[in-house]
């Protein structure tokens, strides 16, 4: 199975500035078909998982455009360029390349 | 608008069985793969396996193998994810997920919640 690490765990930020969230994959997430399945999903308290970014850096329909994602082969970023009260959740990276799906850890957005 | 809806709680007694629904509306139910996801109690998220509606074809992950059935009804547009011999670790959210083979969208139901307790 592919592993997923997420780095932070816990991300304590300010209102207004700039968060970022690492995932590290155990191995390559390139596809076969030349496309690399890797989404960040945020799940707000109390609310089922929702889709911020598929392929990397593909923006899901409705998501601001203060969520940014990039990388590459095995190293992938989510960045928030200034954070808002309502991002408060927790964060995953999840790998759709090779069956099982994994997900990472999850990475905890918190206002400080 | 894609909508997942699932069906209610559940309080099972260890050793038995539970059967949750996921009736979709909004697309092709036979276009998309249904995932279920398990999420126990302020845990992180666990795929539980998928089954693509077009030919029922399944995909479990090794954890679940054995003891987790995910089917689908195209009749109704209903996924359905079974697990037997339930046991207290079993307690979670469980959630039913689709997706397109072009991993462009991932619509999530809101959840059934599983409460296995003597």
């Known amino acids: 199975d592919i592993v997923m690490t997420q780095t932070p765990l816990s991300s304590p930020v300010t209102l207004g500035q700039p968060a970022s969230i690492s995932c590290r994959s155990s191995?390559?997430?390139?596809?076969?078909?030349?496309?690399?399945?890797l989404s960040w999903l945020q799940q707000r308290p109390g609310q089922p998982p929702r889709l911020l970014i598929y392929?990397?850096?593909n923006r899901f329909s409705g998501v601001p455009d203060r969520f940014s994602g990039s990388g590459a082969g095995t190293d992938f970023t989510l960045k928030i360029s200034r954070v808002e009260a309502e991002d408060v959740g927790v964060y995953y990276c999840?790998?759709?390349?090779?069956?099982?799906?994994?997900f990472g850890q999850g990475t905890k957005l918190e206002i400080k | 608008e894609v909508q997942l809806v699932q069906s209610g709680a559940e309080v099972k007694k260890p050793g038995a069985t539970v059967k949750i629904s996921c009736k979709v509306s909004?697309?092709?139910?036979?276009?998309?793969?249904m995932h279920w996801v398990q999420q126990a109690p302020g845990k992180g998220l666990e795929w539980m396996g998928l089954?693509?509606?077009?030919?029922?074809?399944?995909i479990y992950a090794e954890k679940f193998q054995g003891r987790v059935t995910i089917t689908a009804d195209t009749s109704t547009d209903t996924a359905y994810m079974e697990l037997s011999s339930l046991r207290s670790e079993d307690t979670a959210v469980y959630y039913c997920?689709?997706?397109?083979?072009?991993?462009?969208?991932?619509?999530w139901g809101q959840g059934t919640l599983v409460t296995v307790s003597s």
């Open positions: 997920a689709t997706d397109p083979p072009s991993r462009s969208r991932y619509d």
């Open positions: 089954v693509d509606p077009e030919d029922g074809e399944t």
């Open positions: 999840t790998q759709a390349t090779q069956f099982p799906n994994t």
């Open positions: 392929k990397i850096s």
């Open positions: 909004g697309y092709t139910f036979t276009d998309y793969y």
């Open positions: 191995q390559s997430l390139v596809h076969s078909d030349g496309n690399t399945y």
